[in-house]
């Protein structure tokens, strides 16, 4: 099915809940990091190359689910728009909603022979490897996940999803007054303890005394139950931690609620949902989904893409609202609390720097 053209604008302003999430393996191909630049993510953020207008280009965009309000998902559609429209080409985008879909729009899209085919999360990983090697004139890149040995026309862009959970851990050090922390997350596989694991240690680094607790949601709807992640959320909240992030992607907008509800503070994930409860949650861990795949499109458009490149921190493809310059804006709680806000801005320095070294739970 092809999804005409939205509003995406809007549709990203209105910030809510959403995020998806890769599973790249626990033996990973190695990856070059994406060109450094000064610039601070944003969820929005126009490419950082400027280039005249290339022959027109063709693309086509399959999302693992319906786009409806995942953002992670919705800026994967917006990234590749903004290609097509800079070089003067085509954009579809085909959205599933089971194994059998996504069979049918890869296979649809290949036989649109576009000039590339953009994939996103661990849920099309293995397909992704399998159409690759299956069809190796047509180029694919696939966002947040890749398989071990990518063939030659498979390009990956990966996130250190690690770095931003730990400084969402640090602010959560300083302002957890319970000493108890905790996280709602969708799965538990190995991959999420990037976000669950990073986010503890983060705030064990302030404070070591701090305990930590997580939940999953699991079910047929992992990414899109919030009345599940709520109830999980109010019973962990009961058990004593007064910080949980959320790592629900659709499901968030439960945990919203019963911070609402219960009065416990918590965390976003990969664009600002901050405006979805003002007053309830801290920071977000950012993705900048768009502009991951406009560099990764850019570059195997233009022939210098490696196999597999990661973005964190210093490339800009991940960060903190903390870190933003639109922060007083953000409505997030992190804004009221200035001296945290510069402790967090010396750890991601460090971080860059290499100066702090976030270790990254996927590899042990």
């Known amino acids: 099915m092809t999804r005409p ?39 929005t953020a ?26 992670f998902l919705i800026l994967g559609e917006v990234g590749t728009q903004r290609v097509a429209e800079r070089r003067g080409g085509t954009w579809k985008t085909f959205e599933s909603v089971d ?94 303890k990037r976000w669950w694991q990073s986010f503890a240690e983060g705030a064990q680094s302030v404070d070591p005394a701090i305990e930590n607790s997580v939940v999953f949601i699991a079910g047929d709807n992992p990414f899109s139950d919030p009345a599940r992640a709520k109830e999980l959320a109010l019973s962990l909240a009961a058990q004593g931690p007064d910080h949980i992030f959320a790592v629900g992607a659709g499901s968030n907008g439960g945990i919203f609620e019963a911070a ?6 918590s965390y976003g994930v990969d664009v600002n949902e901050c405006p979805s409860a003002p007053g309830y949650i801290i920071d977000n861990n950012l993705k900048v989904v768009d502009a991951v795949v406009e560099q990764l499109l850019d570059q195997v458009l233009d022939g210098t893409a490696g196999p597999v490149v990661s973005f964190g921190l210093s490339e ?49």
């Open 46 to 71: 126009a490419p950082t190359t400027t280039m005249a207008p290339e022959d027109p280009v063709s693309l086509i965009y399959v999302s693992p689910n319906p786009l409806g309000v995942n953002n």
């Open 260 to 265: 609402a509800e219960a009065g416990f503070l």
């Open 99 to 192: 194994d059998s879909t996504r069979r049918a729009n890869i296979e649809a899209a290949i036989d649109e022979a576009p000039d590339v085919i953009v994939l996103t999360t661990f849920t099309l990983v293995e397909m992704a490897d399998e159409y690759s090697k299956a069809n190796p004139d047509q180029k694919f890149i696939i966002i947040d996940a890749c398989p071990d040995e990518p063939a030659p026309n498979l390009h990956c862009g990966v996130f250190r999803e690690h770095e931003g959970a730990f400084l969402l851990g640090v602010m959560a050090g300083h302002l957890s007054e319970a000493k108890q922390i905790g996280s709602v997350v969708a799965l538990d596989i190995p991959f999420f």
């Open 316 to 364: 800009g493809g991940t960060g903190v609202m903390a870190l933003q310059p639109g922060l007083a804006d953000s409505e997030c709680v992190i804004a009221d609390h200035p001296d945290i806000v510069e402790e967090v801005r010396a750890v991601a320095d460090g971080i860059i720097d290499g100066s702090i070294v976030v270790n990254d739970p996927l590899f042990g």
């Open 5 to 43: 053209l939205k509003i995406l604008v809007l549709v990203l302003a209105l910030a809510v809940v959403g995020a998806a999430c890769g599973d790249s393996g626990d033996d990973a191909p190695a990856t070059t990091a994406a060109p450094a630049t000064t610039a601070a993510p944003t969820t």
